[in-house]
């Protein structure tokens, strides 16, 4: 079992940035692939952005490309999102999850291939 953490959530006014972390504990963190994923209001969950176990792969939206960065840190069992240049379609609640298998690229983006989920955290932004 991997337990996971978000923070880092908050209000912020559109332009600005945020840096978002996920603390794992458990299993040992750097066995798994990690993604970000984002729900907003009344809509489905959708792919943010995703990293590969060693750090080496990086996966992302297309739609976000540019603004958001993903990078972990296994000496801290912690994963970040760095979301940059935040716009108001940018608000929803960030969920971080992990995959103890191998996502092949073509799959990265598909939220049934990862196995373990934290609670998320609300990101809102202000026009």
């Known amino acids: 079992q991997v337990q996971l953490v978000e923070s880092g959530g908050g209000l912020v006014l559109a332009g600005r940035s945020l840096r978002l972390s996920c603390a794992a504990s458990?299993?040992?963190?750097?066995?798994?692939?990690m993604g970000w994923f984002r729900q907003a209001p009344g809509k489905e969950r959708e792919f943010v952005a995703a990293?590969?176990?060693?750090?080496?792969?990086?996966y992302y939206a297309d739609s976000l490309k540019g603004r958001f960065t993903i990078s972990r840190d296994n000496a801290k069992n912690t994963v970040y999102l760095q979301m940059n240049s935040l716009k108001p379609e940018d608000t929803a609640v960030y969920y971080c999850?992990?995959?103890?298998?191998?996502?092949?690229?073509?799959?990265?983006?598909?939220?049934?291939?990862?196995?373990?989920w934290g609670q998320g955290t609300q990101v809102t932004v202000s026009s």
């Open positions: 458990g299993r040992t963190f750097s066995n798994y692939a």
């Open positions: 990293i590969s176990w060693s750090g080496g792969s990086t």
């Open positions: 999850a992990a995959s103890e298998s191998t996502i092949v690229s073509s799959q990265i983006d598909r939220s049934y291939r990862y196995d373990y």
